[in-house]
């Protein structure tokens, strides 16, 4: 019988993975910030749903994977937190602009 032990060369690029999807979601949620602003100061016409739509699907999957390292996990709920924050607010904004009244982005208190 045969007893599978794990490549350690697995685990590295496991780990490896992690860190490229963590600075990917980074840099696109940092760019995700910049195109929502763009859009709700009318410099864009309509939203950046197809970002939105990849960094909600990067958050989703890792989120599913098994991040192992303390400081990795603390980064990605850091990541994940204030994209759920980000997405709430820009909903808000959405739906206030479509039912024509002041959001959070109008300026107005």
Do not use: C
Request: cysteine-free; overall charge positive; glycine content about 8%.
């Amino acid at each position: 019988m045969m007893v599978h032990r794990p490549d350690p060369d697995d685990t590295r690029s496991t780990l490896a993975g992690i860190e490229r999807d963590l600075h990917t979601l980074k840099t696109d949620l940092e760019q995700l910030e910049l195109e929502y602003q763009l859009f709700f100061t009318g410099q864009r016409k309509r939203p950046p749903t197809a970002l939105r739509a990849r960094v909600e699907g990067l958050v989703r999957r890792l989120d599913r994977a098994s991040i192992s390292g303390s400081g990795d996990r603390f980064r990605f709920s850091t990541l994940q937190h204030r994209f759920r924050t980000f997405a709430n607010l820009w909903d808000r904004g959405l739906r206030a602009r479509e039912e024509g009244r002041p959001g959070p982005f109008s300026g107005q208190a």
